[in-house]
Every structure is written in C-alpha cells, then in structure tokens.
C-alpha cells in the first residue's frame, strides 16, 4: 500500500513540476514582450583564448519590416549616431551586400573600420564581418523576430570577435564598450525609425557592438 502511496505522491509532484517549468517559460515568454523596453534586453559576454563571444538582445516597438528597413542604409549611422559616429561612409554596394567605413568613438577613444553588411529579407537577418579593423576580426548577425501581434521585434545580434592584437585591456572595460556600442546601436535604430515616412522608407543602423570588443 506503501509503494503505491508514494508512487502516486511521486507522480503528484513530477506534475506540479512540470507545470511549474511551463508556467514559468510563459511567464517568461510574455515578459520578453510586456515588461519597459530597455536597450539591453539580455546579454552574455564570454571570452576565451583571444575570442569574445557576443550575445544582446533588445525589444524595439515597431514591426520586423520596419526594423529590417532601418538595417538598410548603415552609411548613414552618421545622421544618427549622436556623438558616437563620427564618420561613415559607402564604400561599395552590390546586390544584397554593402561595404561601409566607420570612424567611431567609444568610452572616449575612436576607432575606424570597415564592415560588410549582408541583407537577408526572407530570413529577417543581417550579417556582419570584418573588411578592415586594426584591433579585432569579427563575425555576426542581427536576427530579428516579430512579436505575437506583429506591432514589435525582437533583435538579437550574436557574433565572435578574435583579437587581431595582444592590448593589455582589462575584460571589464572591453565588456563596458560593447555594451556602450549596442546601446547606441539601438538608440540610433529607434531615431531612424522614428524618421521613417510613414508609408515605409529606409532608416540606418550603427556597426554591430562587436566591431568595438577591442580598444
């Protein structure tokens, strides 16, 4: 009799378990999209043997297309990129592809590069890499996806950056530069999406925030 009462008592408890592990991915689900935008949703930072591995997200309350469209013109991060960029340029473009060269200021210092930006509409990404950078090599994407109701995206951008040179910079400080980066990332994207003309219209988008892992 035993065995069976605390067979049952077992099943009682894996249940409530289990409920418990849905109830609170929903909650978590739901949270994503209700709780006050911030620009950093998530993050994780990690690096090992010279490579940073980059991971933010952030909500921005307009739909993917509109989003997709403020990604389309990185040339003109200048017009809104405040401080942060102080130069950005289209050095080539062809078909889904465009080559842009940045100079930006990041926790006071600058640092000029070149990134490839490539398009994916049917797949709601941008990918990123190096053309030129003194300091790091660096790889990602932006992915973006709608909320449930379509009126919001959520943006992750992932991506590696190796270290091209041995800078005796402590971890925090590079850390506290991508975060920097990122945010002004999506503060430029929310200005360029607010000057979208309301029919549709292109916007801009900052460098990635792996782009500034070394300084």
Avoid: H
């Avoid at 990129?81 to 080539?92: D, F, H, Q």
């Avoid at 000029?112 to 797949?123: N, Q």
Wanted: aromatic share 8%; proline share 6%.
């Amino acid at each position: 009799m035993k065995k069976y009462l605390w067979g049952a008592l077992a099943v009682v408890a894996l249940g409530v378990i289990v409920l418990g592990v849905q109830y609170y991915r929903v909650r978590s689900a739901a949270l994503q999209w209700d709780k006050p935008v911030a620009e950093i949703l998530s993050e994780k930072l990690e690096k090992d043997a010279g490579t940073m591995t980059i991971e933010f997200t952030s909500r921005l309350d307009a739909p993917v297309d509109a989003v997709f469209r403020a990604f389309t013109e990185p040339e003109r991060s200048q017009e809104f990129g405040g401080e942060t960029v102080r130069y950005s340029k289209l050095l080539s473009s062809e078909g889904n592809k465009k080559v842009v060269e940045f100079e930006m200021v990041i926790l006071g210092q600058p640092q000029r590069l070149s990134l490839e930006f490539t398009f994916i509409p049917d797949e709601q990404r941008i990918a990123i890499k190096t053309i030129e950078s003194q300091f790091s090599d660096l790889a990602g994407e932006y992915r973006l996806v709608p909320s449930p109701d379509g009126t919001r995206t959520l943006l992750t951008y992932t991506g590696t950056a190796k270290d091209k040179v041995k800078v005796p910079v402590p971890l925090a400080f590079q850390k506290s530069a991508l975060r920097e980066t990122f945010v002004s990332t999506i503060r430029a994207l929310k200005k360029g999406l607010a000057a979208q003309p309301s029919g549709g219209g292109n916007a801009q988008v900052l460098a990635p925030p792996a782009a500034q892992e070394q300084r």
